[in-house]
């Protein structure tokens, strides 16, 4: 007897477990048939089978977002607040439910009732930080950001999590961009360094708009001004004003960082570098000149000291009509370096800069070719093979300065010969193309390039199109190669600093080849010529004849920006250099230029004056 009721009750246990298994086999195909009829926007067939599927709370959360969707599409708004009101009975703190049926009742124009519900839904949830968090999500799905703010300020007050990353993020997708700085400037505050690369990574990310990320200094401001004991805040001043390549503001916080944690001027000379990558020598120059009266007696002295230099002689170098006595005064300076350190490690590029000066500025290139064949051979370079290729590379310039394009070949194919695939092999052949095309041996010269477009270094690649389409283009419009081989000839004598013979043979070709596809490149030729010479108001002329009659041509944004820089820089002219920035901005958006245009009219403008 005892048996049978064994058998029995095993029995019954299998037939219920069997019964589970079928009805929940039943239920995920109805749900499947269900989910095709809604991706297939048969919401009606959808929601008779969701409906049903409704009534066992097991099937809730995986037919929910679906049910829902297609009862508001369908306008069957009662049937889904009737829904909802059953899900929150049955879940009362779930977010999910609590915030649909707040927007269904929006959407049936029950507005008050809707404001009304959420604040009993925040209020009910408000002492659990889990379920802050939870409902917060459900609230920024549904773009109401006001509530999810509401509960993150709640969490706040709570005390157990400052809710920091929730509230940033919230802000962020919302476009409250101030108040999303200032939650990560409390990140700062709560955890100081350990956070700062975490903060300025995503503070570059999220702040895209240039606006935005220019207003974010008076944040900032105010944090240094509370927190002036947290260095944290000066690293923040310092990495933002570096993003917006304002040196001069840079370099009063570089100084604080550099005192305070005592860097012996490390932080300073990598700002520096950084001020000479973007080209801001005048700043550079106030770095370098800080780090060499600071630490005269510092390890960073020899390099502070040759940068220093450096930067000096590249202002002198764009400042036209160029000074010489300021030339000299360089190659003095390097020579005193030398003397007085020697040469070693640090000193080694202010003697090629040295040799250079030499030769491309003083005629002096015998003394230049002395200076870099003595380097060549020093016992500190005979062993670096890439600075031997940079020496062997500058020689071959000086004999080509000097009329001796044999030797240059030379020395360029020992380089091209030495380094093959890498930078400076690149750069060899690119000087090698150059020298055929100054023969006018244009075949020759662009399979060299056409070689070259593929080299890893843009700067190289630019080069080689720009001088192969250069080459290309009006080989096909000038069959006889005549006008090409005489601008290619002059081309060599304004390397060879022959800038008066040069101009007349320009004048010359507009003359002999009136019309010719050259035509705006010997305007631009010119110009920069009349700029070296300071003849500032011919340039001008030159560089309106780009833009007037060349307007959609490669050569008209360069002529536009340098243009804007010689009123800017040369005749302190500021409205007309604003508007020619603008310009820019407005006709050329695609230029190279578009970014330092914008920097330039607002410093002009009066946005960045300290």
């Given at each position: 007897?005892?048996?049978?009721?064994n058998?029995?009750?095993?029995?019954?246990?299998?037939?219920?477990?069997?019964?589970?298994?079928?009805?929940?086999v039943?239920?995920?195909?109805?749900?499947?048939?269900?989910?095709?009829?809604?991706?297939?926007?048969?919401?009606?067939?959808?929601?008779?089978i969701?409906?049903?599927?409704a009534?066992?709370?097991q099937?809730?959360?995986?037919?929910?977002r679906?049910?829902?969707d297609?009862?508001?599409?369908?306008?069957?708004l009662?049937?889904?607040?009737r829904?909802?009101?059953r899900?929150?009975?049955?879940?009362?703190?779930?977010?999910?439910?609590?915030?649909?049926?707040?927007?269904?009742?929006?959407?049936?124009?029950?507005?008050?009732?809707?404001h009304?519900?959420?604040?009993?839904?925040?209020?009910a949830?408000?002492?659990?930080?889990n379920?802050?968090?939870?409902?917060?999500?459900y609230?920024?799905?549904?773009?109401?950001?006001?509530?999810?703010?509401?509960?993150?300020l709640?969490?706040?007050?709570?005390g157990?999590?400052?809710?920091?990353?929730?509230?940033?993020t919230?802000?962020?997708?919302?476009?409250k961009t101030?108040?999303?700085v200032e939650?990560?400037?409390?990140?700062?505050?709560?955890?100081?360094?350990?956070?700062?690369?975490?903060?300025?990574?995503?503070?570059?990310?999220?702040l895209?708009?240039?606006?935005?990320?220019?207003?974010?200094?008076?944040?900032?401001?105010?944090?240094l001004?509370?927190?002036?004991?947290?260095?944290?805040?000066?690293?923040?001043?310092?990495?933002?004003?570096?993003?917006?390549?304002?040196?001069?503001k840079?370099?009063?916080?570089?100084?604080?960082?550099?005192?305070?944690?005592?860097?012996?001027?490390?932080?300073?000379?990598?700002?520096?570098?950084?001020?000479v990558?973007?080209?801001?020598?005048?700043?550079?120059?106030?770095?370098?000149e800080?780090?060499?009266?600071?630490?005269?007696?510092?390890?960073?002295?020899?390099?502070?000291r040759?940068?220093?230099i450096?930067s000096?002689?590249?202002?002198?170098?764009?400042?036209?009509?160029?000074d010489?006595?300021?030339?000299?005064?360089?190659?003095n300076?390097?020579?005193?370096?030398?003397?007085?350190s020697?040469?070693?490690e640090?000193?080694?590029?202010?003697?090629?800069?040295?040799?250079?000066?030499?030769a491309?500025?003083?005629?002096?290139?015998?003394?230049?070719?002395?200076?870099?064949?003595?380097?060549i051979?020093?016992p500190i370079?005979?062993?670096?093979?890439e600075?031997?290729?940079?020496?062997?590379?500058?020689?071959?310039?000086?004999?080509?300065?000097?009329?001796?394009?044999?030797?240059?070949?030379?020395?360029?194919?020992?380089?091209?010969?030495?380094e093959?695939?890498?930078?400076?092999?690149?750069?060899?052949?690119?000087?090698?193309?150059?020298?055929?095309?100054?023969?006018?041996?244009?075949?020759?010269a662009?399979?060299?390039?056409?070689?070259?477009?593929?080299a890893?270094?843009?700067?190289?690649?630019?080069?080689?199109?720009?001088?192969?389409?250069?080459?290309?283009?009006?080989?096909?419009?000038?069959?006889?190669?005549?006008?090409?081989?005489?601008?290619?000839?002059?081309?060599?004598?304004?390397?060879?600093?022959?800038?008066?013979?040069?101009?007349?043979?320009?004048?010359?070709m507009?003359?002999?080849y009136?019309?010719h596809?050259?035509?705006?490149?010997?305007?631009?030729?010119?110009a920069?010529?009349?700029?070296?010479?300071?003849?500032?108001?011919?340039?001008?002329?030159?560089?309106?004849?780009?833009?007037?009659?060349?307007?959609?041509?490669?050569?008209?944004?360069d002529?536009?920006?340098?243009m804007?820089k010689?009123?800017?820089?040369?005749?302190?002219?500021?409205?007309?250099?604003?508007?020619?920035?603008?310009?820019?901005?407005?006709?050329?958006?695609?230029?190279?230029?578009?970014?330092?245009?914008?920097?330039?009219?607002?410093?002009?403008?009066?946005d960045?004056?300290?």
């Open positions: 007897m005892l048996n049978n009721l058998c029995l009750n095993k029995f019954w246990v299998v037939l219920v477990w069997l019964l589970g298994v079928t009805s929940i039943a239920a995920q195909d109805e749900m499947e048939l269900a989910n095709e009829y809604y991706s297939s926007g048969e919401y009606d067939k959808a929601v008779a969701y409906s049903r599927l009534r066992n709370k099937n809730t959360y995986d037919i929910h679906n049910y829902i297609a009862l508001i599409k369908l306008q069957q009662e049937e889904a607040e829904y909802l009101r899900q929150i009975k049955a879940f009362p703190t779930e977010g999910l439910f609590n915030v649909d049926y707040g927007v269904v009742l929006e959407l049936m124009g029950k507005r008050e009732e809707a009304k519900h959420y604040e009993a839904f925040i209020n949830v408000r002492k659990d930080d379920l802050i968090k939870h409902a917060a999500r609230f920024i799905n549904a773009n109401l950001f006001d509530y999810a703010e509401q509960l993150y709640i969490g706040r007050k709570n157990n999590d400052r809710f920091i990353y929730e509230l940033a919230l802000y962020s997708l919302s476009g101030d108040k999303m939650e990560y400037m409390e990140l700062l505050v709560l955890e100081g360094e350990k956070q700062l690369d975490y903060v300025q990574s995503i503070l570059q990310a999220r895209r708009d240039e606006d935005a990320f220019s207003k974010m200094e008076t944040i900032l401001v105010r944090y001004q509370k927190y002036p004991d947290l260095i944290v805040f000066n690293e923040m001043m310092l990495w933002y004003y570096i993003q917006l390549k304002e040196f001069n840079a370099l009063v916080q570089a100084k604080a960082i550099d005192r305070r944690k005592k860097l012996e001027g490390m932080g300073l000379y990598e700002l520096g570098m950084i001020a990558e973007n080209k801001d020598f005048q700043n550079a120059i106030k770095i370098f800080y780090i060499t009266e600071r630490y005269p007696t510092g390890d960073i002295y020899p390099v502070a040759r940068m220093l450096k000096r002689e590249e202002v002198v170098k764009n400042t036209f009509p160029i010489l006595s300021k030339i000299r005064q360089l190659a300076d390097y020579a005193k370096m030398l003397a007085e020697g040469l070693r640090s000193t080694i590029e202010g003697a090629r800069s040295m040799a250079l000066l030499y491309f500025y003083l005629d002096n290139k015998d003394t230049a070719i002395a200076i870099l064949e003595h380097l051979t020093a370079v005979i062993n670096k093979r600075l031997v290729a940079q020496i062997k590379l500058d020689l071959g310039d000086i004999y080509l300065l000097k009329g001796e394009p044999w030797e240059s070949t030379l020395l360029y194919a020992q380089v091209e010969k030495a093959k695939s890498t930078n400076l092999g690149h750069m060899a052949k690119l000087r090698n193309a150059r020298l055929s095309y100054f023969k006018g041996d244009f075949e020759f662009k399979e060299y390039l056409d070689v070259l477009k593929e890893t270094s843009r700067e190289i690649a630019n080069d080689a199109m720009q001088l192969s389409l250069l080459i290309g283009d009006n080989l096909e419009l000038d069959t006889a190669e005549t006008a090409l081989r005489e601008f290619a000839a002059i081309e060599l004598l304004v390397f060879q600093n022959k800038l008066d013979e040069a101009f007349n043979r320009y004048e010359r507009l003359s002999t009136p019309g596809s050259l035509t705006d490149e010997i305007y631009w030729a010119q920069n010529i009349y700029l070296k010479r300071g003849q500032f108001g011919q340039a001008i002329e030159r560089l309106k004849k780009i833009i007037e009659e060349y307007a959609d041509d490669i050569l008209a944004d002529a536009l920006f340098t804007a010689i009123y800017e820089e040369n005749l302190k002219d500021k409205s007309i250099a604003m508007q020619l920035y603008q310009d820019l901005l407005v006709k050329y958006k695609g230029s190279i230029y578009t970014t330092e245009a914008r920097r330039r009219f607002r410093t002009l403008r009066g960045n004056i300290n």
